[in-house]
């Protein structure tokens, strides 16, 4: 079992920067696949972006170039770093965790940290 918990979530004006981690359990979290996803008022979760245990990144269109994503395995925690932001940024973000044991399918989610972007 693997617990995730996100914080650093906040109020930002446009423009503005946060950088929410994500605490893991597990002994073997360098080898997981961890991803960020995001869901606003009215919206399906979406993809914002991942990295693998080479940290390899993958992100999506709508926020390259803005956020990147790192892990410390040291400290079995990624962290997403977003600049730049954007109104259309707000958001609850999630992060997940996909293991060797789950077929590296996202299995283990967090509660949610909430990101609000002020105009």
């Known amino acids: 079992q693997v617990q995730l918990v996100e914080s650093g979530g906040g109020l930002v004006q446009a423009g503005g920067s946060l950088r929410p981690p994500c605490a893991a359990s597990?002994?073997?979290?360098?080898?997981?696949?961890m991803g960020w996803f995001r869901q606003a008022p009215g919206k399906e979760r979406e993809f914002v972006g991942d990295?693998?245990?080479?940290?390899?990144?993958h992100y999506a269109d709508s926020v390259k170039g803005r956020f990147t994503i790192s892990r410390d395995n040291a400290k079995n925690t990624v962290y997403l770093q977003m600049n730049s932001l954007k109104p259309e940024d707000t958001a609850v973000y999630y992060c997940?965790?996909?293991?060797?044991?789950?077929?590296?399918?996202?299995?283990?989610w967090g509660q949610g940290t909430q990101v609000t972007v002020s105009s």
């Open positions: 597990g002994r073997t979290f360098s080898s997981y696949t």
């Open positions: 997940a965790a996909a293991t060797l044991s789950s077929g590296m399918s996202y299995k283990y």
């Open positions: 990295i693998r245990w080479t940290d390899t990144t």
